[in-house]
């Protein structure tokens, strides 16, 4: 069974920074691309970045781009999301995300830019 675990999340003040972690189970993680989306309340799921299964290509959401760092450890199975000049408008659950057919994403953690 896929499992995907965020922690990370928290309350930051607007251009502050935090690195969001994902562990991943249950399936062989070095073989997949993955990613973060990410969602705000009252909005739908927008894709923030992904990274392929051998950690040598990204893309980015132009509302992150240069901002977010994504990158992962395929020996621990781990993925990362990290998010600097965080602003009011990064607020939202991130999810890390197995895409395709058979999409998959986490519990979510909280994320909130707030002073």
């Known amino acids: 069974e896929v499992q995907l675990v965020e922690s990370g999340g928290g309350l930051v003040q607007p251009g502050g920074s935090l690195r969001l972690s994902c562990a991943a189970s249950g399936f062989t993680f070095r073989q997949y691309a993955m990613g973060w989306v990410r969602q705000a309340l009252g909005k739908g799921q927008e894709w923030v970045a992904t990274i392929n299964n051998e950690g040598s290509s990204t893309t980015y959401a132009d509302s992150v781009q240069g901002r977010f760092t994504i990158s992962r450890d395929n020996a621990g199975n781990l993925l990362y999301l990290q998010m600097d000049k965080l602003k009011p408008e990064d607020t939202a659950v991130y999810y890390c995300?197995?895409?395709?057919?058979?999409?998959?994403r986490g519990q979510g953690t909280q994320v909130t830019v707030s002073s």
């Open positions: 995300a197995k895409p395709g057919s058979d999409f998959r």
